[in-house]
């Protein structure tokens, strides 16, 4: 065989295989294009203002005096935790409420300066996440404040908020849910 037939060989072969990692480099992108369009990013949503007669019954008041997001604990317009549960029941029942596609319910327990705004905006935001498993970290007490970690798993990643709840004489109520956390 001539140099010349050698040096078409080889130049054939490097043009075929950069074809080749150009395509895989194709591919690879269009899957992960598909993968981030099928679970929206987590948006902040301007909260919406329900009349008093739709407000989450656990909220105290009307979802129009919700406070803001980094609004200090405020008991006059916090989450109250429903008679008889404690905040371990209030954390378990709302996992549970996301993984059975039980939104409305699992909203109520949402501190009331939540980003979400209503029900229906919660729902249409956590639904395409597909949780299918909720748990719990151990409860850490100080004083009047309980915190629990709490964690979501989904298809993709888990995602973890660590729930607060705050005692006021003998009432709990739902001081923040702030994103982050360990479960262990």
């Known amino acids: 065989m001539s140099e010349q037939t050698q040096n078409n060989n080889q130049q054939m072969i490097v043009i075929a295989l950069v074809v080749i990692a150009a395509l895989l480099a194709a591919i690879v992108g269009v899957v992960i294009y598909q993968t981030t369009k099928q679970v929206p990013a987590p948006t902040a949503a301007a909260p919406a203002v329900e009349p008093a007669a739709t407000a989450p019954a656990t909220t105290g008041g009307s979802a129009a005096a919700a406070s803001a997001p980094d609004a200090p604990f405020d008991a006059k317009t916090a989450t109250k935790v429903p008679a008889g549960m404690t905040p371990e029941q209030v954390v378990r029942t709302y996992l549970d409420d996301v993984v059975a596609g039980k939104y409305a319910e699992a909203y109520a327990f949402l501190p009331a300066s939540n980003s979400y705004g209503s029900a229906t905006a919660f729902e249409s ?33 888990p995602i973890t908020y660590t729930w607060t709840f705050k005692k006021v004489g003998d009432q709990w109520y739902v001081a923040s849910r702030t994103m982050g956390g360990s479960v262990q």
């Open 125 to 157: 935001q956590v639904k395409p996440y597909g949780i299918t498993k909720g748990n719990m970290g151990k409860p850490v007490t100080d004083g009047d404040t309980v915190t629990i970690a709490a964690e979501q798993v989904t298809p993709q990643m």
